[in-house]
């Protein structure tokens, strides 16, 4: 059965810094690709990050572009996002995701961030 | 970027068909997936590349993706899909996962 258990989140004040892991189970964590998805209170999804499997290749929203760094470990099964310079538009719930030829059919249950003072 | 436009709310009877649209520039030419979710719970895929449905999930979900907009079909509806509805492409000039705004399903 494939497990995807998200950590790290919390309250942080503006400026801060994070880090939030997903341990994943249940599959060949190599073999895919992962996302990081968010949701701020009361509000829709939206894409953070990707990273692929093997070869590193790496995305991120515009939005998030330059403060936050996706990562992987392979042999620990863990996916992270390092979050720097945390805003208050920051404050979501955290979800990691496998992809599946551009879907996401397989989701944790997430971890909240609260970017505040 | 690219943008997905959904309407903010739907509402249909127990029984009768919803339909989900899911507006972008030349839609029809992108693989379009949607999202089921509860509240409190995290999103389910209930339809991937337009039209095919993941293991589970009900015959009554199905979708279409034409021109410049795709659909999520819900029919005989039932209390138990009240649920925000969420479509999502992967955009291939900016390499960005894009989802639409949203829909939420009112079963009356």
């Known amino acids: 059965e494939v497990q995807l258990v998200e950590s790290g989140g919390g309250l942080v004040q503006p400026g801060g810094s994070l880090r939030l892991s997903c341990a994943a189970s249940g599959f060949t964590f190599s073999s895919f690709s992962m996302n990081w998805v968010r949701q701020a209170p009361g509000k829709g999804l939206e894409w953070v990050s990707y990273i692929s499997g093997t070869t590193n290749i790496i995305y991120y929203a515009d939005s998030v572009k330059g403060r936050f760094t996706i990562s992987r470990d392979n042999a620990q099964n863990s996916l992270y996002l390092q979050m720097n310079s945390l805003r208050a538009e920051d404050t979501a719930l955290y979800y990691c995701?496998?992809?599946?030829?551009?879907?996401?059919?397989?989701w944790g249950q997430g971890t909240l961030v609260t970017v505040s003072s | 970027s690219y943008v997905l436009t959904q309407p903010p709310s739907v509402s249909v009877a127990p029984g009768q068909t919803a339909r989900i649209t899911c507006g972008g520039d030349?839609?029809?030419?992108?693989?379009v997936h949607w999202y089921q979710q509860k509240p409190g719970q995290a999103p389910v895929l209930v339809v991937y590349?337009?039209?095919d449905r993941p293991s589970g999930i009900p015959e009554r979900f199905s979708g279409s993706n034409s021109g410049n907009t795709a659909t999520l079909t819900i029919s005989r509806v039932e209390a138990g899909d009240e649920a925000d509805y969420y479509c999502q492409v992967w955009d291939s000039s900016s390499y960005h996962t894009v989802f639409g705004g949203g829909t939420q399903l009112t079963v009356l």
């Open positions: 995701a496998r992809e599946v030829s551009g879907n996401l059919p397989y």
């Open positions: 590349d337009d039209s």
């Open positions: 030349i839609i029809g030419s992108q693989s």
